[in-house]
C-alpha cells in the first residue's frame, strides 16, 4: 500500500505508515491529509540556484525559522503570527481514530482521575486547523527574535510530497550507505523456508558434485587415465603400463625410426578404462632387405615394395638361367636399410647370337667369342655378292642360345670363280691336253672363263704331238680352245 503523503510502500493492510506515521486509511486520513494541504512557498530564482549547487542559508544552520516570500513579515522582526501557522490534526491528539475531531481538553481530567495519566496538557500538542477555534492561539512570545534576509526562500519541504531532500556531503566522509524505507514484501515471507530448503539442497549437490569430480580425478572410480607412451621403448612403456594396471601387448611396425620405439597406442593416450584392459602398443623395427634371389623380376619388386623400399633399379646379366630370373640383390639379403636406400636387382638375360653382318672376318669371330661361343665357318655360293662376303650365321642373329654354342659364319662363294680356280690348277698340271683326237702339249694357260651351269671355257697354247715310227713327232705350237665341264663335287665330267 503506497502512502499518499511521502509515498513509501507500506504492506497490504497496514492502517498507518511505516515512514511518516500517518493514516492510511479511513476518515482519520481524510482528515491529516486537509491538514497538511497547503500551499507550498514559491522558490526565488536565487534560492534556487542555491539549492542547485548545494549552498546552506545560514539562518536555517542556525535553527531560525524563516519567513516564506509574501508573507505578513516584511523584515522587521518581532512575534509570528499564529493565525498565519497551518493547524496540524494528528490521530490521538486531537483526531480520533476513525476521523472525528475532538478536543483533547475535555478528557484530560479523566486520566487524572485515575491516576495514570499527567493532567497537564501536553507542550507539543499541534494547534488545531485555523478557523476551527478562534480562542485557541498558539503562544509564541518565549521566541527569541532573529533578522533574515527578505530575500531568502526556505527550501521546499520534501516530506510534503514525498521526495528526499539531498543533504551536502562532508569533505573527507565515506559516502553514506543508501536505506531502503520499503516495507517488506509479506508474500515473499511466506516462502521463506522453502527457499532456505532449496539453497541448503542445491549447496549439498554443488558439494557432492565437487567430491565426485575430485574423486573421478583422483582416480578412485570410473576407471584409471591411459598414460601417454609413445616414443618411450617398449621395456619403458610396458613399465609405465603395468603400473597403473593395464596389461601390454606389442606387435612390431616395420620403420625407419629406431628399434624398439614405440610408435602407436590402442586404445589412445588419455581414454578411460577399467583396470586389466589390454593395450596394444605398436613397436618399430627396423627394415631388412628381403631374399628375392630366384625369384622373376616382378615378383621380386613386389616383394621389395611391400617392405617398404621406394628405390629399386634393375641390371642384366647373360646367364643359362630362366630369363628374368634375378641373381643377385643389393644391398644383400637380410641387410637392414631405410625406405630410400637404392636397391639392386642383377637379373638373367639369355645368350643371344650378335649380327655380324657388314663384318670382317676377323670382327665377326671376335663378337661371337665376347658372347661365350665358339666359331665355325662355311662357304655359301652366291652370285649376287662379291667373293668371300660374310652373309650370316647359324644360328641366326638374336636367337637365344646356352653358353659355349657353336655359331658358324656363312661366306659367300661364287661358282664360277671357284670353277675357274679349279680349271686353273688343272690346266696348269695336266701337262697333256687331247682336243678333236688330237694331243696336244699345254705349253702355257691363256685364259679361263665361267659360263654358267658347271662349265668353263679355256684357252690355252699347245703344240701337237703325234708318234711316227715310234717317236715322237711335235708341231709348232698354236692356241687351242676347250671346255671343261664339272660336277657339283668340282670333278671334271668332260674336256672337249
Not at 371 to 381: H, K, N, Q, R, T
Not at 417 to 430: G, H, K, R
Not at 437 to 454: I, K, L
Not at 467 to 475: F, K, P, Q, S
Request: a negative charge; aromatic letters at 4%.
Amino acid at each position: 500500500m503506497i502512502c499518499p503523503h511521502c509515498h513509501c510502500d507500506n504492506r497490504d493492510g497496514a492502517k498507518f505508515c511505516n515512514e511518516c506515521g500517518r493514516p492510511l486509511t479511513g476518515p482519520a486520513a481524510e482528515v491529516v491529509e486537509d491538514a497538511f494541504a497547503f500551499e507550498e512557498p514559491e522558490v526565488s530564482e536565487d534560492r534556487a540556484l542555491d539549492e542547485e549547487q548545494g549552498a546552506e542559508d545560514p539562518a536555517e544552520e542556525e535553527g531560525f525559522a524563516v519567513e516564506p516570500e509574501g508573507s505578513s513579515r516584511t523584515g522587521a522582526s518581532g512575534p509570528l503570527d499564529p493565525d498565519s501557522l497551518p493547524s496540524i490534526d494528528v490521530v490521538g491528539v486531537n483526531v480520533a481514530e476513525d476521523g472525528s475531531a475532538f478536543d483533547p481538553d475535555d478528557d484530560a481530567e479523566a486520566p487524572a482521575a485515575q491516576g495514570d495519566v499527567d493532567p497537564a496538557p501536553s507542550a507539543y500538542a499541534p494547534r488545531p486547523a485555523a478557523g476551527s477555534d478562534p480562542d485557541r492561539t498558539a503562544d509564541l512570545s518565549g521566541l527569541d527574535e532573529c533578522l533574515v534576509d527578505s530575500s531568502y526562500v526556505p527550501p521546499k519541504a520534501s516530506w510534503r510530497s514525498g521526495d528526499t531532500m539531498e543533504m551536502p556531503r562532508i569533505e573527507g566522509a565515506s559516502e553514506p550507505r543508501q536505506k531502503d524505507y520499503r516495507a517488506p514484501d509479506p508474500n515473499k515471507k511466506k516462502g521463506g523456508k522453502a527457499k532456505v530448503a532449496v539453497i541448503v539442497i542445491a549447496c549439498l549437490l554443488v558439494a557432492a558434485g565437487a567430491a565426485a569430480a575430485a574423486t573421478y580425478q583422483m582416480e578412485l572410480w570410473g576407471g584409471k587415465m591411459l598414460p601417454d607412451v609413445v616414443g618411450m621403448t617398449q621395456t619403458d612403456a610396458a613399465a609405465v603400463l603395468e603400473e597403473k594396471g593395464f596389461s601390454v601387448r606389442s606387435t612390431e611396425v616395420v620403420s625407419d625410426e629406431p628399434e624398439g620405439v614405440v610408435l602407436l597406442m590402442d586404445p589412445g593416450a588419455g581414454s578411460r578404462q577399467s583396470e586389466g584392459t589390454e593395450v596394444v602398443v605398436h613397436v618399430s623395427v627396423s627394415r631388412t632387405v628381403p631374399n628375392v634371389v630366384g625369384r622373376q623380376r616382378d615378383e621380386a619388386a613386389a616383394q621389395l615394395e611391400d617392405a617398404g623400399f621406394e628405390n629399386v633399379s634393375f641390371a642384366t646379366e647373360k646367364s643359362d638361367e630362366r630369363e628374368g630370373t634375378v641373381l643377385a640383390v643389393s644391398p644383400e639379403a637380410g641387410a637392414k636399410a631405410q625406405a630410400a636406400t637404392p636397391v639392386t636387382l642383377t637379373v638373367a638375360v639369355p645368350y643371344t647370337v650378335p649380327d655380324i653382318a657388314g663384318m670382317s672376318w676377323n670382327d665377326a669371330v671376335a663378337a661371337l667369342e665376347a658372347e661365350g661361343l665358339v666359331v665355325a665357318s662355311a662357304y655359301v655360293y652366291d652370285d649376287s655378292v662379291a667373293d668371300g662376303t660374310l652373309l650370316g650365321t647359324n644360328p641366326a642373329a638374336g636367337e637365344k642360345v646356352a653358353s659355349g654354342s657353336t655359331v658358324t659364319i656363312n661366306i659367300s662363294r661364287a661358282r664360277g670363280a671357284e670353277l675357274e680356280a679349279a680349271a686353273w690348277t688343272y690346266l696348269q698340271s695336266v701337262g697333256t691336253l687331247t682336243l678333236g683326237g688330237t694331243v696336244y702339249e699345254v705349253q702355257s694357260v691363256d685364259g679361263v672363263s665361267y659360263q654358267g651351269n658347271e662349265t668353263t671355257a679355256f684357252t690355252i697354247t699347245g703344240a701337237a704331238v703325234t708318234t711316227l715310227d715310234g717317236e715322237t713327232v711335235r708341231t709348232s705350237a698354236r692356241q687351242k680352245n676347250g671346255v671343261i665341264v664339272w660336277d657339283a663335287a668340282n670333278n671334271i665330267v668332260s674336256v672337249s
